[in-house]
Nanobody
């Protein structure tokens, strides 16, 4: 399984960004696919995930602002981020969990990671 994240950038408060994660590997559709973020000096935290049943989960801090979705035909996972805030500033990572199991919110349960893309939100 391989993941390649992109789409980060420098934006102002209230702006939008869409992150993309190109996925590859025969078992990708059988895994949790998630987005995590890590701000300087902080631990990596859960942002959003969807699983093999397309069940979606969000961190409380992004509910109503972020949307995770997948284009199965193109094997791309997206994170649409609206109404961005300075506290959303972080490096964002896409990740894939183990096949048909794992806790979607726990980064230690994810097996494969993309390289990260920087999102900076200015006031």
């Amino acid at each position: 399984v391989q993941l390649q994240a992109s789409g980060g950038g420098l934006v102002l408060t209230g702006d939008s960004l869409r992150l993309s994660c190109v996925t590859s590997g025969r078992t990708v559709s059988s895994r949790h696919l998630g987005w995590f973020r890590q701000a300087p000096g902080k631990e990596r935290e859960f942002v959003a995930a969807l699983n093999w049943r397309s069940t979606i989960s969000y961190a409380d801090s992004v509910k109503g602002r972020f949307t995770i979705f997948r284009d199965n035909a193109k094997n791309i996972l997206y994170l649409q981020m609206n109404s961005l805030k300075p506290e959303d500033t972080a490096v964002y990572y896409c990740a894939a969990g183990p096949v048909f199991t794992g806790r979607h919110y726990d980064p230690t349960d994810y097996e494969y990671w993309g390289q990260g893309t920087q999102v900076t939100v200015l006031q």
